[in-house]
Structures are given as C-alpha cells and as structure tokens.
C-alpha cells in the first residue's frame, strides 16, 4: 500500500462529555489518508466548526502541497516515533506551531497522535 501525500480531516462523532470538554489534542492518523480529530480541542485551536472540517484536507490548513506530504509522510513513518513539528493555519488566518507526539498501533494499522502548542 502507497503512503497518502495528504490526509482528509475528520472529526470522532459523539456526544460525550470526553469529547466535547477535553483541553488535549488528540487524533488518530490512518494510513488510508485519513486524519480524524478526537476532541473538540482542535475546533477551539484552529477556530474552526466541527462540520467545517468535512471537505477539507490537511494541505488546507498548511501552507503548500510539499509541507503537507511531507508532514503526512513524518505522521505515518513506521520507523521513528520521533515527533513531528508543523504549523497550521487557523480560520482566521493566525498560525499555531505544534508539535505531534505519535504512538503506532500495529494492531489496527493507526497512529495515535497527542500535539502541544509550542
């Protein structure tokens, strides 16, 4: 299987409390090419709705295609956890700098993502 060179964005559905008041940027990356957020946090960093982020991919919330498929190709390498640093741009234009701290999860080919502004 070819590694993606960009991620869909996607948002965990559920109405629970976890979801909805957690302040940790949580997320999961799959190796079909889909970046799926796990707390509302990212909606209170970025700026953005949660249905805002259906139709978008990770290229759009980056400054150029290479940023993003070399950002999607760091998240996904098997052989370094090391983390990865990127910077997004949020709805109103602002920029925040993260850092992703990833966990592979050979079982279900994923990987967990835990980010920090720096």
């Known amino acids: 299987m070819q590694t993606p060179t960009n991620f869909t964005l996607a948002h965990h559905v559920t109405a629970g409390d976890t979801y909805e008041w957690s302040g940790v940027l949580l997320a999961k990356a799959h190796f079909d090419g889909t970046l ?3 707390t509302a946090a990212w909606e209170r960093v970025l700026g953005y ?33 090391a983390p990865v640093d990127l910077t997004l741009r949020c709805r109103g234009g602002k920029s925040r700098s993260l850092r992703l701290h990833r966990r592979l999860d050979a079982y279900t080919r994923s990987v967990f993502i ?4 720096r």
């Open 36 to 38: 799926e957020f796990l």
């Open 49 to 81: 709705g949660r249905n805002e982020f259906d139709g978008k991919t990770l290229c759009h919330l980056m400054d150029s295609d290479k940023n993003a498929a070399a950002a999607v190709a760091a998240i996904l390498d098997e052989r370094s956890m």
């Open 114 to 117: 835990v980010a920090e502004e």
